[in-house]
C-alpha cells in the first residue's frame, strides 16, 4: 500500500505566510516555513511544478488543503518486520498521533505584495467607477 492509496480526508484550508526554504521537483514539494509558527513543513503541489515561480528565500501568502488518513494496522506490521531502527522509531512516534498521517496540499500562492498590490488596484478601480469611467 503507498501513500497516494490511504482513504484521505479534507479537514480544512488554510492561509499562512511562509518562506521558501526549497522545491522538490521530482516530488513536486514545496519546502516552507510558517513565519508565525516558526515550524517548517512540506506542501504537496498537484499538477506542474514548473508553473510554480518562488524563489528560495523570499516571502509569500499561501493557501493550502490539510487531509488526513488513517495507517492501517496492516500497513504499519508489514513495514515493522524490516526491523529498521528509524523506522520502528517512526511508527512509535506515529502512536502519539493515533495513527493519523497528515498531508498539505497547495491550493494557491501569492506574493508578499499581493494583498498591497489588491488594495491599490480596488482603490484606483473605485476612484474610477466615481468618476464616471468603466475600466
Known amino acids: 500500500m503507498a501513500l497516494n492509496e490511504f482513504n484521505w480526508q479534507f479537514q480544512r ?3 499562512r505566510t511562509v518562506s521558501i526554504l ?3 521537483e521530482v516530488n513536486n ?5 510558517d513565519l508565525y509558527a516558526k515550524r517548517p513543513f512540506i506542501i504537496d503541489v ?8 518562488v524563489q528560495e528565500g523570499e516571502t509569500y501568502k499561501i493557501l493550502f ?3 488526513s488518513a488513517n ?13 529498521d531502527k528509524e523506522i520502528m522509531e517512526a511508527i512509535k512516534n506515529l502512536r502519539l498521533l493515533r495513527n493519523r498521517i497528515y498531508k498539505f496540499v497547495l491550493v494557491d500562492i501569492y506574493s508578499k505584495y499581493h494583498e498591497f498590490d489588491k488594495s491599490q488596484t480596488d ?3 473605485d476612484r474610477l467607477m466615481k468618476a464616471g ?3
Open 133 to 135: 469611467l468603466k475600466p
Open 29 to 33: 514539494e514545496l519546502y516552507v516555513l
Open 22 to 24: 526549497g522545491k522538490n
Open 123 to 125: 482603490y484606483y478601480l
Open 65 to 67: 488543503d490539510i487531509f
Open 71 to 83: 495507517v492501517p494496522k496492516e500497513y504499519l506490521e508489514r513495514i515493522k518486520k524490516t526491523g
Open 13 to 15: 484550508r488554510i492561509g
Open 46 to 53: 498537484t499538477g506542474r511544478m514548473s508553473s510554480i515561480r
